[in-house]
Structure formats: structure tokens, C-alpha cells
């Protein structure tokens, strides 16, 4: 089973409604598909999702990254031994997880594929469907009010609302207009993207609390690299913290649970570089007694597919954040994971289950 191709193309697919955090707007999905064929015919498909204010990865950067630094390490080595392959994929360079990320995807596809297995039976099987959240993009309380019950009415019963974009009492304001648009039978989770500071967090946070506005958790309150305040806000209010973007890599993972900094851990594959790293994680979370929710960036449901399977084959992993293809304006993916409504499905065919990647042909 050796490698003997790696091809990239580039998509771009408009979403339903513009995407809006404390970080960034998107308008679309602007992702590289990477396409990986062995010397038996097999195909294995990944994605990467440019997300610059992220992750620091650019679709020219993925692209390079992959034709001129992993392709020419990859080209030759065979899949039967495939932790020489994951190794040599995350030594080949420093950073660029996303580009890392899309080559994993689609060794994993491969691997899987020829183990006559779903990737979720392969990495585990823990369990067959997920129930995804939904994500409000951050708009005036007036604005995320309506679209939260309107996600309500399609029938999510978790919410992901966005804030930290300006000050703490307009994000107050907003968290109080969803609560009163959808009522008590919601889970609400709020993600700052970084946007406050430590004080401001504590006083938010606490003022949340006394106003019984129900809060599950609040995903990355402060700076990515505040560890240290992370941890001050998460001994000083009674409501879960969870850790995002301060979480790349396992090293960084061990830095939050060994000073318990945060209460969760919200893993990624385009920060970690794929479910090699990500395995890492979950698995030195479970043993600090830490869970996890697995998420993705805007991506398509390649790149998700994959996400919720690695999702899926653990125990540890209690949350899920996979609304991204819902946002878009066509799929362009036949196979992998199913959504109905809230509720994701495992294929069972082998691999990612695509059956094709329409994406790949009509992309630009």
C-alpha cells in the first residue's frame, strides 16, 4: 500500500448567512481538498480549512506546504507501517496544522479503507451517532434572539452562542434575549474567541451566574497564550471553562491539565494536525480525568466526516460542535456522515465513506 500520489485543489463555497465571531466574518468556505491514491488504486480524501486568525494557516500556505515539504517526504513510504508515515508527516515541518491535518485525514481514510472498516470502528467505536450543537454567530441580542429560536425550531437543542466581539454588558444583553427566545429546555454554551480579559470574564461570568441564565460552559474567555488567567478565571466562577485555542498540541494540552487551568478541552484537527496528535490529547485529558468536545472550523463535511469519527470512537469525548456543513449554501460530498436534524450518523461503509467528492471537480 504505497504512496504514489498526493494532489491538492482548491474550493470556495458560499455560506448561508456571514459567520461572525470576536476574531472574524466569513462569508464562505475557502478550504484545500488533498487527494492521496496508493499503488493498489485506493484513494484517501482530506481537507484543510484556512483559518489565518486561528491558526495562522492560508490557503497558499496549506498548498505549499503540502506539494513542496510533505508530498516529497510521503511519495514512496507504505501505509502498512503507518506510525513511520504519521511520524514522518509531523516531523516534516514546524506549525501548519491544518496542512497536516488534511494529509491525516486522508491517510486515515486509507488506512481505515483497508481495514475493511468505518473510521470510527477503527479508531474505537465507541458510539454511532453524536448530537451536534448549533452555532449563533454574534449580532445585535435583537438579531441572535431570532436565529436561536429559529435553530430551535429546526429542532437543535444546543446552543453555541457566540460573544466577546465588543463590550460585556452588550453580551449580557444578548445571552439574556436568547434565553428569553428560547426559554429553559436549551443548553446554552458561550465561546469568547479570546475577546475579554481576566477581570472582565470573572465579573461577566459571576453576573451570569446570579441572573441564572443557565449556562453549560464558556469556551476560551481570554488569550490563547494566558494560561495562567485562564486558570484564574476558571478557580473563580462555578460555571465549566473550557480550553480552545489555548490547545494545539499534546504539549500544550499537559501545560492546561497539569495546572488545571481549564475544565474541558475543545479539540480540533486543523489546530492539532490531524487524529494522530488529536488521539494524543483525548487520551491524556481522560487521564486527568478532563473531557473533551471535538469541533471544527468552517470546513465541509469532509473534514468534518472525519472530525465526528474520531468523535464518535471515544469515550471521552461528550460534546460535539459540527454544525459547519449546515452553514453552506451546497455540500458537494456524497457519503460520509448523515445529518439528521441535531443528529449525526455514522456510515458504515469503510474509510470516510465518500462515495464521491463533486467538490473536487467543481471547486475553484
Avoid at 480524501?45 to 505549499?64: L, P, R
Wanted: hydrophobic share 40%.
Amino acid at each position: 500500500m504505497i504512496i504514489q500520489a498526493i494532489e491538492v485543489k482548491r474550493i470556495s463555497v458560499p455560506l448561508k448567512k456571514p459567520f461572525k465571531t470576536a476574531l472574524r466574518t466569513v462569508h464562505s468556505l475557502e478550504s484545500v481538498l488533498v487527494k492521496i491514491t496508493c499503488d493498489n488504486g485506493m484513494v484517501g480524501w482530506g481537507e484543510a480549512s484556512a483559518t489565518v486568525v486561528i491558526t495562522g494557516d492560508s490557503i497558499e500556505s496549506i498548498e505549499s506546504a503540502i506539494l513542496n515539504t510533505m508530498k516529497p517526504q510521503l511519495i514512496g513510504l507504505n501505509l502498512i507501517a503507518y506510525e513511520q508515515v504519521f511520524q514522518t508527516l509531523h516531523q516534516s515541518m514546524v506549525g501548519n496544522t491544518s496542512a497536516k491535518a488534511a494529509v491525516d485525514i486522508a491517510l486515515y481514510d486509507l488506512i481505515s479503507q483497508r481495514a475493511g472498516m468505518p473510521l470510527y470502528q477503527f479508531l474505537g467505536g465507541y458510539r454511532d451517532k453524536l448530537e451536534t450543537d448549533y452555532t449563533v454567530s454574534v449580532n445585535s441580542p435583537k438579531e441572535m434572539g431570532e436565529d436561536a429560536a429559529a435553530y430551535l425550531k429546526e429542532g437543535f437543542h444546543v446552543l453555541k452562542i457566540k460573544v466577546g466581539k465588543d463590550n460585556i454588558e452588550d453580551d449580557i444583553l444578548r445571552i439574556q434575549e436568547i434565553r428569553k427566545s428560547v426559554g429553559n429546555q436549551v443548553k446554552i454554551r458561550l465561546d469568547a474567541n479570546q475577546g475579554w480579559n481576566v477581570k472582565e470574564a470573572v465579573q461577566s461570568i459571576r453576573k451570569m451566574e446570579d441572573m441564572g441564565l443557565g449556562i453549560e460552559l464558556i469556551e476560551q474567555p481570554v488569550k490563547a497564550h494566558d494560561l495562567e488567567g485562564l486558570k484564574r478565571v476558571t478557580d473563580s466562577v462555578d460555571t465549566p471553562i473550557m480550553a480552545d485555542e489555548s490547545v494545539f498540541s499534546p504539549a500544550q494540552a499537559l501545560q492546561v491539565l497539569q495546572n488545571r487551568a481549564a475544565d474541558m478541552i475543545n479539540i480540533k484537527l486543523m489546530k492539532a494536525g490531524g487524529i494522530f496528535k488529536a488521539q494524543l490529547i483525548n487520551q491524556m485529558a481522560e487521564e486527568h480525568g478532563i473531557p473533551c468536545m471535538v469541533g471544527s472550523m468552517i470546513e465541509s463535511r469532509l473534514a468534518v466526516s472525519a472530525a465526528a469519527h474520531f468523535a464518535a470512537s471515544k469515550k471521552n469525548i461528550t460534546r460535539f460542535d459540527f454544525d459547519a456543513p449546515l452553514m453552506l449554501l451546497h455540500d458537494g460530498i456524497d457519503g460520509g456522515v448523515t445529518y439528521e436534524g441535531r443528529l449525526m450518523k455514522m456510515q458504515k461503509e469503510p474509510g470516510l465513506g465518500l462515495r464521491s467528492v463533486s467538490l473536487w471537480e467543481g471547486g475553484k
